[in-house]
Structures are given as C-alpha cells and as structure tokens.
C-alpha cells in the first residue's frame, strides 16, 4: 500500500459514460436466461418496503440551529476498490449467420478459487454487461469510421442495490471494415466524470497494446478511493512518453459527480425540465426518446439528480436494449431511455410521460398526463424558473451543477424543509413516529399543501422519512439540512426586520 501511496502525484483526469447492450446468445441460452433474469431484477425490485421501520434519536430542528463543523473528512475511502471488472466485449460473427454476438474478449481481473454459487453469479454478470454494452441488438454492418461515445448503465440486484456499469465504444484496431468493441468498467461507485478519465488512459495505451492496459488497472485497482474534493495520483509508464502521472480528483459535491446537465438544457427548455421534474417528484413512468446512447444516459443521470437530497427508489435504466423492450409495459414507476429507432415498439403510450429529446422533434412531450404543468405549486414553479432562465451559458461543468440543483433544494426546503418538526417519540419504548397528517397540515398555503399531500406518498419520500426515524443522516442529508438552516435564519431575519 505504501508503494501505492507513493506513486500518486499529479495530472488532471476524469471520466464518464452510459452504457447498454443487448446481444441474445443462440449458443448458451441458459446463459442467455441467467442474464435476463439479473435484468429483470432491474425494473422488479424495489430498494425497500414500506414496512418495518426502526426508530432512532431525536429530530434536527431547524429554528435557531447552528450548523456543525465540517469534520475533517479523511482523504480517502477505506476499504473501496476504484472499480470491480474491467471488460472488452467484442463482436464475433455468429456461425452461419450474417448477425453478430457479444462475447467478452478481455477481462481483469480474473478471479480464480470461487465457488460455485460465486461463479455462476459471475457469468450471469458477465452476461448481462455484453448485453448493455451492446443494446441495439445483433444486426450490425462493419464500418471503417466510428466516433468514439461513451454511456452508462446500471445494474440492480435483487435486494435493491446498484452497480453502475461505465462503456466506451469504439473501433478496434485494423484495417477494413469491422465492427466496434466496448470496453466496460463495472464500479459500485457513481463518478461518471473520474471513470470518463479512466477510459482516455485505457484508451491511450490501447492504441500500443494491450498488454499496457493491465499495469495500469493494477495499480488503479491497488490506489486508494479518494474522499470527495480528494485527488489520488498514479504514475504510470506509457512508450515514447515516459511516466506520467495521473492525477484523478473527485468533486466536492459527492452528489453531483455522476451528473452534466449540459445536455439536460441542451435537449429541453428550463419550462419542459421542470415538467419533467413534476412528474418525475410523483414517480410516474417516463421513457426518454433519443438515438445517441450518451445522451440518454446523461439525461436520465441528471433528471435523478434533481430529486436530492431524495433518490429514485423504481426502475431506472438509461438504455434499454431492444431484447428486453417489453420493459416500457411494466406498470411500476420508472425513468428509461429508449432509442428512437424502437419507438414503433412502445405501443401503449397512456398514462405516461414520452420525452424526445432528438434534434429533430416535432414536439418534445409525444405523450403526457396532461396536468405536468399545475403539480408544482405555481409560486415556487414560477421562482424555479426565473433561476433556470437566468443560469450563465459559459459556465463550468461544476458551477453550472450547483446553478442548476439550487432552485430544487429550495423547492424541496420551502415544500417539506419542516419535517424534523414532525418526528416525535411514541409508545413505552419511545420509538420515533413521523406525524404524516399533522406535516401537511401545517402548511399554511393551499397549493404547497396540495402538492406535498401527494409527494408524502411516494417511495422517496418514504424511504427518506425511515432514514430520519432511524437517525441515519447522510451527507446528502447533511446539505439539504444546511439549506434548511440558511433559510430559516434569512427569514428570522426579514421578521426582524419588518418589526
């Protein structure tokens, strides 16, 4: 580990990606099931009831309270691995046929001495990211030009949580026409900015051999998880260029690294946002329409983003590959990206929210509920949007995310910033309670009140509330709490002023 600490110095990398595949494999049709099964798990399971619940320690109250300190974060995360697998998943011609099938070619590390309940987990792992590195199914034609693009994707496990998957497209190496190969990084963590830099350096010693790539991820893998505002350097050999440095820093904002919302207003208007928002704030089922892979998954990502300091607790797939389309009949809320190409194949369009996000649509909302507009309330919708029209256009990746997730963290303080309020002890025990009716309720206005009486409903919401009656404040929680603190003080401080 010392020898690891030592090589970190300096230069800037980051990375991104979305990514999906869909490949069926005629050959290993159990394999072929094993992979449908792990999807399917996707858009079937839930993170948690609304059951059992544990009760933990008083309520934070936000009137006169003084933030903390921030603590001295460590500069590194114990115990967490940059990523998981590193995979190259190429396409080969199946046999007596003109389609092709993905097949993992390369990958690291390999695991040896599992058993066999950990293998058969593996493959059917393996199995689904060739089908999400390559969503658009098995008809391709070998090309000579490609462009290079870069997606992401998410895997969920039964019990709720998610792996996030991180693939770049590209041409192998040769001459003639051939069909391109992915490369996959499989992470627990959400940093599509740290991963993006990831894949220049893969892709940089690619271009000499793949024998460069190992070292590389070895010592990626050996380097610890930087905290967030952290940097972990590398040094790495590389021919004709000597050893370098390579530097890989995480924003300060934990929240925000997986999230541009560049494309999000390049694809929509600040008024079409917030209807999107308003109906994904409810947990209705949204489909996304766009041919190119990186912008549904940025979408997708930055859409999820706006809901914080609350998370999407149903389906969310950025990319769905064409074998497993039938997704979009499920009935359960979910956020997908489906290319446009497969739009014939969303036959039933009611009671959802259908958003083509092309270059040249007709009109973005191809299918709505028709009330997106008058869920939010028409005050705090009206002051959202004057903040999203008067964002800068030159602005940083970074200063744009913090531009963009203000007037939502308000949304949120000023419609349910007086939670803390409600959570009281109940019973022998003294186990803490949510007062859900006595909340709403003691919103004075009617359109506010409106609003959150259907919010509370939510798996969010409810998920969010658990977490506050078992007193697990994280740090997303700990922002939302600062925001709630600074808006209470400015408006002690009006009060004082109008008296």
């Keep these: 580990m010392s020898e690891t600490v030592t090589r970190r110095r300096k230069q800037p990398g980051r990375m991104k990606f979305k990514s999906r595949m869909t490949i069926p494999s005629h050959e290993d049709e159990c394999g072929r099931q094993g992979a449908l099964q792990r999807f399917s798990a996707m858009w079937s399971s839930f993170r948690r009831g609304k059951g059992d619940r544990v009760k933990g320690p008083e309520p934070i109250e936000t009137e006169g309270l003084v933030p903390d300190k921030p603590s001295r974060q460590p500069r590194y995360v114990s115990g967490q691995y940059f990523f998981e697998y590193l995979v ?30 950990q293998k058969e987990k593996e493959e059917k792992t393996l199995k689904a990211i060739t089908l999400f590195c390559f969503p658009e199914g098995i008809n391709w034609t070998p090309l000579t030009h ?132 308003a109906a994904t704030v409810l947990e209705r089922r949204i489909i996304f329409i766009a041919e190119e892979l990186g912008t549904l998954s940025q979408i997708i990502h930055a859409v999820a983003a706006l809901l914080h300091p609350f998370t999407w607790q149903h389906t969310l797939i950025p990319i769905v590959p064409e074998i497993l389309i039938d997704v979009v009949m499920a009935p359960t809320p979910y956020l997908l990206g489906v290319q446009k190409r497969l739009l014939g194949l969303v036959t039933d369009q009611s009671d959802m929210l259908l958003v083509d996000l092309s270059e040249d649509k007709k009109g973005t909302f191809l299918a709505s509920f028709g009330d997106e507009r008058a869920i939010l309330p028409k005050k705090l919708q009206t002051e959202m949007l004057e903040a999203l029209n008067n964002r800068q256009q030159a602005l940083s990746v970074e200063d744009l995310n913090q531009v963009v997730t203000e007037p939502f963290l308000q949304f949120f303080v000023k419609t349910v910033g007086h939670y803390s309020s409600y ?61 709630i603190i600074e808006y209470h003080r400015k408006k002690k401080r009006v009060m004082e002023k109008k008296h």
Aim: glycine share 4%; charged share 25%; net charge positive.
């Design 88 to 117: 190259v998943v190429s396409l080969k011609k199946a046999k007596e046929s003109s389609s092709y099938e993905p097949e993992i070619t390369y990958q690291f590390p390999k695991r040896d001495g599992m058993v066999r309940f």
């Design 146 to 277: 490609y462009p290079s693009e870069t997606f992401s994707f998410v895997l969920t496990e039964i019990d709720g949580s998610r792996r996030n998957g991180y693939c770049r497209r590209l041409l192998p190496e040769g001459k003639g026409a051939r069909p391109p190969e992915a490369y996959c990084i499989i992470s627990t963590l959400a940093c599509f900015g740290l991963f993006s830099k990831i894949f220049d350096e893969v892709e940089k010693r690619r271009e000499f051999s793949m024998a460069m790539i190992y070292p590389f991820m070895q010592k990626l893998r050996e380097a610890p998880f930087p905290s967030p505002g952290n940097t972990v350097e590398i040094k790495s050999f590389i021919p004709e260029s000597g050893t370098e440095i390579i530097r890989l820093t995480r924003p300060l904002d934990s929240w925000l690294e997986h999230v541009n919302f560049t494309v999000l207003f390049k694809c929509l208007t600040a008024e079409e946002v917030l209807q999107v928002f």
């Design 423 to 483: 959570v009281k002890y109940r019973g022998v025990e003294e186990q803490r309670v949510f007062e859900k009716r006595s909340f709403y309720k003691a919103i004075q206005s009617k359109s506010t009140r409106h609003f959150v009486k259907k919010f509370i409903q939510t798996q969010m919401f409810d998920l969010f509330i658990q977490e506050v009656e078992q007193h697990q404040c994280g740090p997303q929680q700990g922002i939302f709490h600062r925001k």
